[in-house]
Every structure is written in C-alpha cells, then in structure tokens.
C-alpha cells in the first residue's frame, strides 16, 4: 500500500517536478552559488506557488511515515543503552560509528565511513577529592576530558585564582606550588553559549547580525595556562557552574593529555571552596586517575545518501554529532539529533522519492572537542564545496523544534522563506530565527561559504542535562524528537526540490557572523 501510494503522489508531483527541472537546467544553472543570487519571484511567481504547494504535501507525507512507522526513540534507546556515551576515539564510539553505518544499510540507504585519527583515547579514571581541613568532607570530581592524572593521591593547600584578574605578565607565585588551584573567569565549560531558551531575544535583525562576544585572547590565555603549568601547581580544579549537583564537562584539547591535571567539582562545592578560604587555610587531597591510549585511534564520520535524480552533484546537507561526552548516556547531547538524522533518512527512504539534488545524511564526531568530524568531512570534499547547497543541524536535545535560525544569511532569507513556509505549516514552526548561534557542526560548513543553519528547540531539560551526568535516555520525550525528526528530512527535501540553489557567501576572514 505504502509505495502505491507513493506513486501516486509521485505521479502528481511529477508535472511541477519536470517544471522546477527544466528550471535548474536552464537559465538558472550558470548562475549556481553565485554569491548574493536573489530569487525573481515576480518572474517566477506561479513556480514558487507550485513549489510551496507541492512541498507542503510533501512535508505532510513526511509527518504522516513519522507518526506511523518512527523507529527513532528504539535507536536512541539503543544507542543510550546498549553503547552508552561516546567519547572521540572510545570503543563506544567506535561500535557507534559501526552500528549508525549498519543502520543506515538496514534502510537501504548507501552509507560509509570516513575515518580519521586522533592522538590519543582517553579512559577516564576513578577520580576523588576530599576536603582535609578546616572540614572533613569527601566531594564528586571529575577530570575534564583528556586531563591528565594526577601523581596518585596529592595533598594541597586550596588557592583560589580568577582568570579575569591575571595579566599575561605575571610570573607564577610561589605559593601556587603544589597548590590546588581553583581557576575561576575562564570562558569554558559554563552554561551552553547557544541556549533555546533566548532563541527570540533579538527578533528584529540588526544591520550585520547579533555581534559575537568580543574576541577571547589566545595569547594571554596561553601565557597563563603556561605560567600554570610552570608554577608546579598539583591540580587545577574548575566550577562546573550548574545548579543542583551537575556537572559540565569539557576540554582544552587536542586529544593530548591536559599540561597540568585539571577537573571539574560542582558549582556548590567550588562555592563552599571559595567560602572556606575565605574564611582560613584550606586542605584537600585529590586523586585523579584517568588514563590514554598509547597512540593513535580511530574516530569516523558516518555519511549516508539519497542520490540526486537531476542535479546529484549537489548535496543537501542534515546533520548532527554522534559523539558525546561521557558523564551520562550521551542521549540528549547529541544521541537525539543523530538519530532524528537517521530517522529522516529512514522516512526519505522509506517514501521512495526520487529528490533533485543529492540529500547527504552526516553524523559527525569529534563535535565536543571543536568540530573534528565537520573539519574531516569538508577536507574530503574540498572539491565539492561550491556544490554543496546548503546544511542544517540538529544539536539542541529532545525538544521540538521551534525554528531554525539564519545564522546571519540574509542574503538566504529569500530561499529559507520559500523552504520554510510548507515546514513551519506542516510542523507548526514559528518565525525564521534571526539569532547566530554558532557552537556546532554547522560552524565548518559556515566558514567554508556554504550557508548552513541550526534547529532552535525547546528547552526540554537541555540545559541541564548538557554535558552533564544528568544526559540520560530517560529526558526523551518521543513526541518531541519525532517532530524534529520531520523538520530535518522536510527541510532535506524542500531544500533538494528548490527551482534555485543558495547563493554561497564570502568565507568570514574571522569567525561569524556572516
Ligand atoms: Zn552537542
């Protein structure tokens, strides 16, 4: 029943299909990804009317195999489960890579593997802390991700040192030598810098995009993280900065051990830190045990795809990461957003349709640690950059999606308009978010000049569960994931049937937005 039906939507589709191809093929295809390329809807007003209609039909099809026949939530719970977190270069992360690319197959999908190295896998230790004096208090810790270990169980006075109030200049004191040091003002591991929750501070688009914070400055931070490590310091401990108990890991790295071992306590711990030493002397002992690899290890890419029928040179991009962090089960940061991936492929597939362009299903990896998977695939498409059309991302949790934000494309806005309208009618979308957001795999594709974009969702326990222990398969909420699941394959597909590509941008000279 399911393919005859899809025939016979195929069938009235067909028309308005051959209509938009002969659009592509014509005039409008020497003019393919030049930059500023505006759409002639004036020209053109009864093919986009055409488009809209036909997408919204479309898009509703797309809901409808969702609702019906979602194999999502199964997926995520196995991949919570069954692998649990996945850090770059892990065992779990490796059996990840296989079963996503096994995944994909099982859904007649082709898919493969693009692999790449990183220095080291790190195994992360038992790790322990105590206050010594003037209390006695044992304490959670966790080393940041890729901290180096300890020299066993080390006994220190607590010193407290604020980033904001260090100058690049200033020689290590002698008292930070076998200190524990409680390293406060760094620009890391704080709450999430792209939260739903202020998708809609700036609704009104300022004349170049919501500026960036200004620049963080490397050379400073480097001469101090220097003087850390020449000061001899035993540990270096950071505030989670959460509520309620939880964590928020991160890394400095490169897939190398830490210069200095560094971990994280939580935010009410490091206050009481600070509040004791306030007070007098403080005493702790800490031991933290992680291990690495002894060489190199394997981190992969998961790439699958629906061929283009009359442009299959050019890729409409969906993606999320599939790596995570390892304190929780990786569910919700970013378990959610590659499987509602894998379930837009599934649904695609399962329609049968034969899309325009190219659509390109990516699970990335290595996101956490600054973008290695993204990197790793743009490197290996170099030459396929100018035909890539465009990239969305999914890497905000289980909440539905809200909307998706320019980050900064105006010069897309007519496109995403057209793309957006059958999506936000179907899926009960609100306004195109104006917002940059930055911090995830699109960020790659954004620099290379390919226009890429991220999911705005709702909260849904993202914040806390970001990072955190609390990252866990129980937060899912299937309803939610599923609706997400059909914005990224709707977008796919109204993306690959568009009469014209995107317009590319300049490449920033640094950073967005763009
Ligand atoms: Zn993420």
Redesign the pocket.
């Known amino acids: 029943m399911k393919s005859r039906s899809f025939f016979d939507a195929s069938r009235r589709f067909a028309p308005r299909l051959l209509f938009v191809a002969v659009l592509c093929c014509s005039a409008l295809l020497p003019r393919a990804h030049a930059q500023n390329t505006a759409l002639d809807y004036n020209a053109d007003t009864k093919a986009y009317e055409a488009y809209r209609t036909d997408m919204e039909g479309a898009d509703q099809k797309i809901a409808d195999e969702i609702k019906a026949h979602s194999e999502l939530v199964k997926n995520l719970e196995y991949l919570s489960t069954q692998i649990g977190p996945r850090l770059t270069g892990s065992p779990q992360m490796q059996k990840a890579s296989q079963w996503t690319l096994q995944r994909f197959q099982d859904y007649k999908l082709d898919a493969h593997l693009e692999s790449t190295e990183v220095p080291h896998a790190f195994y992360r230790g038992d790790d322990a802390a105590e206050i010594l004096a003037p209390v006695s208090r044992v304490i959670p810790i966790h080393s940041i991700g890729w901290g180096k270990a300890t020299d066993g169980a080390v006994t220190g006075p607590v010193v407290f040192v604020d980033f904001k109030t260090l100058s690049e200049m200033d020689k290590p004191p002698s008292s930070w030598k076998g200190a524990i040091l409680c390293l406060g003002g760094l620009p890391f591991g704080g709450t999430p810098s792209a939260t739903p929750e202020n998708a809609y501070d700036a609704v009104i688009p300022p004349p170049h995009g919501v500026p960036k914070a200004p620049a963080f400055n490397f050379r400073r931070f480097g001469k101090i993280i220097q003087n850390l490590i020449d000061s001899g310091a035993a540990v270096v401990l950071m505030d989670s900065g959460k509520p309620d108990g939880l964590f928020n890991m991160f890394s400095f790295g490169p897939y190398t051990p830490s210069a200095v071992p560094i971990a994280l306590v939580t935010h009410s711990d490091y206050e009481l830190l600070d509040r004791l030493c306030k007070a007098g002397a403080v005493t702790m002992k800490v031991n933290l045990k992680g291990t690495f690899s002894a060489g190199p290890v394997p981190a992969a890419i998961t790439v699958a795809e629906i061929k283009g029928s009359k442009l299959p040179e050019e890729r409409v991009i969906i993606g999320?990461?599939l790596d995570?962090w390892d304190l929780g089960q990786g569910s919700l940061?970013?378990g959610t957003?590659a499987m509602a991936v894998l379930e837009a492929a599934r649904t695609l597939k399962a329609l049968d349709w034969q899309p325009l362009r190219t659509i390109t299903f990516i699970l990335f990896t290595g996101?956490?640690e600054g973008g290695l998977g993204a990197s790793l695939f743009m490197k290996n498409h170099a030459a396929e950059i100018p035909k890539m059309d465009a990239a969305l991302i999914h890497?905000?949790g289980t909440g539905k999606v809200l909307s998706i934000a320019l980050e900064g494309l105006y010069s897309t806005a007519p496109q995403m308009a057209q793309i957006y309208l059958p999506i936000q009618e179907v899926f009960d979308l609100q306004p195109l978010s104006t917002r940059f957001f930055g911090a995830?795999d699109h960020v790659e594709f954004l620099v290379a000049g390919v226009p890429a974009y991220f999911c705005i969702q709702a909260p849904a326990h993202y914040g806390e569960a970001?990072h955190s222990q609390a990252d866990t398969f129980d937060l899912v909420v299937p309803d939610e994931i599923n609706q997400g699941a059909g914005v990224m394959a709707a977008w796919a597909w109204n993306v690959a049937q568009l009469p014209e590509p995107f317009p590319h941008h300049a490449p920033p000279k640094s950073g967005g937005p763009f």
């Open positions: 999320g990461h995570s940061d970013n957003g996101e956490e890497d905000t995830s970001h």
